[in-house]
């Protein structure tokens, strides 16, 4: 089996490891990200409950223009996860990691939302067909949007690319995703504040693995 050689033990004391030199950065980021989601969210929702109780002609227009707000949100976000993403690579790889990184699109706004949509449906498409094929997909293509970030691939190609590294891996993968699940739930039940240090890690630790399997496809 090729997952023999890839340790859950060295996955966490690893990304622990680069979470404890990096803290600040990826405590910050985080937060700028909760914050203005935060933010975007709740203006959201209260241009829908305005729309929704108050029957005035303001009330029309905010709801005209509620499609626009939605896909702003969905843009935001989408715009805050490619920086985050690139942050995590960046402290992976060992390389400057820098908080307005965040801000940055890097080229892929368009294919990392794309990628994301496709993987949604993927998603959405195996639960409908009885959940199993869901949980097998959502393994399978876990990483298509870190590769987009990673390496500037179209949404395809990098679901191709993602179901490439994660062959022979999935039950590995699994057990991962389990693993750091029960991590944060841990962080969870230590008052909440327990996540502050197992968020960094469990999302670290998810690029680390990307990083590893990346480099065993090519080996």
Request: proline share 3%; charged share 10%; aromatic share 10%.
């Amino acid at each position: 089996m090729k997952n023999d050689k890839l340790s859950l033990s060295d996955v966490i004391s690893s990304s622990w490891g680069k979470a404890k030199s990096n803290y600040s950065v990826v405590l910050f980021s985080l937060l700028i990200y909760l914050l203005i989601i935060t933010v975007v969210g709740v203006l959201e929702s209260g241009a829908t409950n305005i729309a929704s109780n108050n029957p005035s002609g303001i009330a029309i227009i905010i709801s005209l223009f509620a499609p626009a707000i939605m896909i702003f949100r969905l843009g935001v976000q989408n715009l805050l996860s490619i920086g985050l993403t690139r942050i995590f690579l960046n402290i992976v790889d060992g390389k400057k990691a820098e908080i307005p990184q965040i801000f940055e699109a890097e080229g892929v706004f368009w294919q990392y939302l794309g990628a994301s949509i496709l993987y949604g449906l993927i998603i959405v498409a195996g639960i409908l067909l009885l959940i199993v094929p869901g949980i097998y997909w959502s393994i399978k293509y876990q990483f298509a949007m870190t590769i987009v970030v990673d390496r500037k691939k179209s949404p395809t190609e990098a679901l191709s690319i993602s179901g490439d590294i994660t062959s022979g891996y999935k039950w590995w993968l699994l057990l991962f995703g389990i693993v750091m699940a029960l991590l944060n739930l841990a962080g969870l039940l230590a008052l909440g504040l327990g996540l502050l240090i197992t968020i960094p890690i469990t999302l670290l630790a998810h690029i680390y693995v990307y990083r590893k399997l990346s480099l065993k496809a090519k080996s």
